[in-house]
């Protein structure tokens, strides 16, 4: 191989190598790019876990107006029944039961909206510990014991995290794009 041929052939090695370090490092920008919104992200997550106070407010109020619609329709029954026979025996009682069971059924339905908002802020907390841990490579258990979470805990709500829901999803999703990004 002549001087000139092997110049030339350096050259274009060297140019190859500059080209292929240009792309490896925008490869890497745009990784950490990534990596840095899906980061604050899941911090944000970590932060604001669960529903809003007003998304919490809406949830309460669309189920209680549910059950207060269908006591009211118990109730508009029993006064349709009274008008047309005109006998008022038991109404009172029935009006009075009727009442008694609404109060049940509001409070029984007040724990289930406070016992699933508490859910989904640990479900929020959790997602977002496993997004941070795919990002940096970080046990879950390490993280959940700075926040004071107890490593049984994580495990035992790995399922629900798991389980279908856009955020969860989405949260997942990203973080095993990203794992596999990276």
Known sequence: MGRGAQTQTMQMTDRQLADQNAI???????????????????????????????????ITNQSMGALASAFG??????????????????YGDLLDELAREQGRQTTSLAQQNQFGFANQAKQDQLAALQGLSGLYGVNTSLLGRTLGIPGQLLSTRTNLANAPGF?????????RSLGSFL
């Not at 790019?33 to 529903?51: D, E, F, M, R």
């Not at 329709?73 to 038991?90: D, E, I, K, M, V």
């Not at 955020?167 to 973080?175: L, P």
């Open 24 to 58: 490896n490092r925008a490869l890497y920008n745009q990784g950490q790019s990534l990596s840095n919104t899906a980061a604050g992200g899941y911090q944000s997550l970590l932060a604001n876990p669960g529903y809003t106070p007003a998304q919490q407010s809406a």
């Open 73 to 90: 329709a118990l109730a508009q029954s029993a006064a349709n029944r009274l008008a047309r026979t005109r006998n008022s025996a038991g």
């Open 167 to 175: 955020g969860t999803s989405f949260a997942q999703s990203v973080g």
